[in-house]
C-alpha cells in the first residue's frame, strides 16, 4: 500500500512539474490558461514553504530542548544513567568518530616526530620571566598546597589530615565518594594559613571521567559585583561537567562557609584542584564570589583542563592561578584544538613515512607485497569491502562522491541542461552526504521508516526524470539544441531552483538540509583559567641549540600568555608530566634553582663588600 502511494505521489508530481515547466520553456504559447495554473501552483509553494518553515522552527525548538544539556547534576539513578549513555556517545562522536585508525596510529607519532620538542614556545618574548626571592616563596607555599592536594585525592582521609595537622574539629565537609558530576571534595579549616581550604578531587574513578568527558560547552556567566552592585557582566561558555559539578559544589558547601567565614571573618576561602579537579575548583571560584560573603574566595589551578572560553579566563586573573608543568597536555586540549591538530595531521605526509618503514622491515614488507599480490590476481579480494586490511586502507576514505561509478546511461543523462535531468543523482547523492558527515550520532536512531522514505524519494526523483526524458525536455544533439535556442527562452537558475523547491514541496518527505549543518556553529575554544605560571624545561646553556627531550635542561618559570594554549603540542611526556608527582618534582627543581641562585647572589654581595 506504501509503495503504490509513494508511486501515485510520483506520478502527480511528475505531471505538475511537467506543466509548470512547459508553461515556462514554451513561453506566450501556453495562453492566460498555463499562466493561471503557474500562479495557482506558486501560491501553493508558497504556503506549503510558510506551512513548513513554521513546522521547522517547532522542530527545531523541540530538539534544542531535547539536546539540552544538563543544569544540574543527576538526582538518581535513571538521570544518571541518561547523562552517562550521552557522554560516551559524545565522546566518541569527538575521538574514534571523527579520527580514523590510521591517524591514531601512526600519524600521530609521525606528526610528533616532525614537530619536535616545542616548549621553548612556552619562553618566548611574550612571556615574563619569573624569579627572585618573592617568586621562590610563592612557589614553597604552592608546593605545600599541591602535596595537601596529593594526599586528600591518593591517599586516605586520615593520612592527609595527619600529613595537614588537621583534627576533626577542623573539617567541615567530607565527601569522599564521587558519583556522576558530584566529585569528591572536603573543606579544612587551617590554624596556621588562617584560610579556609576547599579541595576537589580530580578524574580517578570511571565516574569520575565520566564527568571530565562530558566536554560540551554551556553557557556560563560571571556576575562581578562591586560595594553590593553588579560592575560588570562576564559572557561565555565553560565546560559541561564542570559547570554541574561547580554548581554543585557550591549548593553543598555556601551555607558552611557562610557559617564559617561569620564565625573566623578573618578567614579566606581558597579552593584547590588538580586536572579535572582544577578546572571544577576554577568555575567554583567564579560562583563562591558572586556571594557577598564569599567575595575574596581564591583559586590554585595545577594542570586544569581547557575549562572555559577567553572572556572568563580573563577575567579570573586577580584570583585564579593556574600552574602548567613542561609538556602537559591537559591544559590545551580541548575541542577545537583537537580539530587543529587533526586538521595538521592529515597535511602531514604520514602515509609515505609508513610506507617507507614498510618497505625497510623484512617481514612487514613481505606481508605488504604478499597483500598487494594477491589483491592484483584474485577478484573479489581487491573489492573494497574485503577484509584484507594494507596501507592505503588505513587512508581516511575520499567522499563517497569520488567512489561512484558512472552508469551505463551516463551519456544519455548528461546533456547541456543537467540539473532538470540528474535530480535523482542530486537527491540520492545530497542524502548520502548527509548520512556520511552524520551517521556516527544518528547511526543507533535508523529505523525501517527512514529506510522506506529514502526509497520513495529516490522513486519520485527518478520517475521525474524519466517523465522530462519522454516529453523531449532533454535535447538528443547540440542541432536540437540550437534549434530549440532559437525559438524559446533558455531556462535560468531561477526556474531551476523553482522547479526544485516544487518537487521537494509537493513530495511528502522533501530533502532538508540536515539540522546539525543548518544549526551547526563553530565550536567556541576553551582555555585555562586566570594567571598562567608555566614551569618550563629549556636545554642547557652547554648546549643551546639542543631539542632532544633526553639531554640535560634546566627548568625555569614563565607567566604566559593565554593564546599559546590554543594549540596541542604533542610530546613523547605530555601525559606521564601531567601527573602531581612530576609536577612536586619539577617544582623542587625550581625551588632548588632560585634557592642556588640567591645564594650565589649573597656570595658574590660578599665578594664585593670584601674588596
Known amino acids: 500500500m506504501g509503495a503504490k502511494g509513494g508511486m501515485a505521489t510520483a506520478a502527480g508530481t511528475a505531471v505538475l512539474v511537467y506543466l509548470v515547466l512547459s508553461g515556462r520553456l514554451c513561453g506566450d504559447a501556453a495562453g492566460d490558461e498555463d499562466q493561471t495554473i503557474s500562479a495557482a501552483v506558486s501560491a501553493a509553494v508558497e504556503a506549503r514553504r510558510r506551512r513548513r518553515k513554521e513546522e521547522a522552527g517547532r522542530a527545531r525548538r523541540r530538539g534544542a530542548r531535547a539536546r539540552r544539556w544538563p543544569e544540574r547534576a543527576p538526582a538518581g539513578w535513571g538521570e544518571a544513567a541518561a547523562a552517562a549513555a550521552r557522554t560516551v556517545r559524545y565522546t566518541y562522536g569527538e575521538t574514534l568518530g571523527k579520527w580514523p585508525l590510521g591517524e591514531i596510529a601512526f600519524g600521530l607519532k609521525y606528526y610528533m616526530r616532525q614537530q619536535g620538542n616545542l616548549q621553548h614556545e612556552y619562553a618566548g618574548s611574550n612571556s615574563q620571566l619569573l624569579e627572585g626571592p618573592v617568586v621562590k616563596e610563592e612557589l614553597i607555599s604552592l608546593l605545600g598546597y599541591l602535596k595537601l592536594c596529593m594526599y586528600f585525592s591518593k591517599k586516605p582521609y586520615k593520612v592527609f589530615m595527619e600529613f595537614g595537622g588537621y583534627d576533626e574539629s577542623d573539617v567541615l565537609i567530607k565527601k569522599s565518594k564521587a558519583r556522576l558530576m558530584k566529585p569528591s571534595f572536603t573543606v579544612v579549616r587551617d590554624r596556621s594559613a588562617k584560610c579556609f581550604l576547599l579541595f576537589i578531587r580530580g578524574a580517578i574513578s570511571v565516574k569520575d571521567r565520566l564527568t571530565a568527558a562530558t566536554g560540551a560547552e554551556v553557557p556560563f556567566h560571571h556576575v562581578v559585583t562591586q560595594d553590593g552592585h553588579v560592575s560588570k557582566l562576564v559572557l561565555g561558555h565553560a565546560h559541561c561537567g564542570m559547570v554541574v559539578a561547580a554548581r554543585w559544589i557550591a549548593n553543598q558547601a555556601i551555607p558552611c562557609l557562610n557559617e564559617a567565614v561569620a564565625q573566623f571573618p578573618d578567614y579566606g576561602v581558597k579552593i584547590i584542584g588538580h586536572s579535572m579537579g582544577a578546572g ?10 558572586e556571594n557577598e560573603k564569599l567575595s575574596s574566595s581564591t583559586c590554585l589551578a595545577f594542570g586544569p583542563a581547557a575549562c572555559m572560553t577567553w572572556d572568563l579566563a580573563e577575567s579570573g586573573k586577580d584570583f585564579i592561578t593556574t600552574i602548567v608543568n613542561r609538556n602537559d597536555l591537559v591544559p590545551s586540549f580541548g575541542k577545537v584544538s583537537a580539530a587543529k591538530l587533526r586538521t595538521e595531521v592529515m597535511a602531514s605526509s604520514w602515509v609515505h613515512d609508513l610506507r617507507e618503514q614498510i618497505q625497510q622491515t623484512r617481514f612487514l614488507g613481505f606481508v605488504n607485497r604478499s597483500v598487494s599480490f594477491i589483491r592484483s590476481h584474485v577478484p573479489f579480494v581487491s573489492d573494497p569491502r574485503s577484509k584484507v586490511v594494507d596501507v592505503d586502507m588505513l587512508v581516511p576514505n575520499s567522499s563517497e562522491a569520488d567512489q561512484v561509478k558512472p552508469s551505463s546511461n551516463s551519456d544519455a543523462v548528461v546533456k547541456k541542461r543537467h540539473a532538470i535531468a540528474c535530480w535523482s543523482c542530486v537527491a540520492a547523492h545530497k542524502h548520502s552526504i548527509d548520512s556520511a558527515k552524520h551517521g556516527t550520532h544518528d547511526i543507533t536512531n535508523q529505523t525501517d521508516v527512514n529506510v522506506k522514505a529514502e526509497k520513495t524519494d529516490i522513486e519520485t526523483a527518478q520517475l521525474v526524470s524519466i517523465s522530462m526524458e519522454e516529453l523531449d525536455l532533454q535535447e538528443s544533439d547540440n542541432d536540437d539544441d540550437t534549434d530549440r535556442g532559437e525559438n524559446e527562452p533558455a531556462l535560468n537558475e531561477t526556474d531551476e531552483d523553482q522547479a526544485v523547491e ?31 605560571m608555566h614551569m618550563v624545561g629549556l636545554p642547557s646553556s652547554s648546549e643551546p641549540n639542543s631539542t632532544s627531550e633526553q639531554g640535560e635542561e634546566v627548568v625555569a618559570l614563565y607567566e604566559t600568555p593565554r593564546h599559546l594554549y590554543s594549540k596541542i603540542r604533542l610530546a613523547r611526556s605530555m601525559i606521564r608530566e601531567h601527573y602531581m608527582p612530576k609536577y612536586i618534582r619539577t617544582m623542587e627543581l625550581l625551588i632548588d634553582k632560585l634557592v642556588a641562585e640567591e645564594e650565589d647572589g649573597i656570595d658574590d654581595d660578599h665578594r664585593l663588600g670584601s674588596l
Open 280 to 289: 571544577i575548583a576554577a568555575i567554583l571560584a567564579y560562583i563562591l564570589r
Open 502 to 532: 516544487l518537487l521537494e514541496t509537493l513530495t511528502d518527505n522533501p530533502h532538508e538540509p540536515s539540522s546539525s549543518s543548518s544549526q551547526s556553529q563553530d565550536p567556541p575554544q576553551l582555555y585555562p583559567p586566570g594567571r598562567i
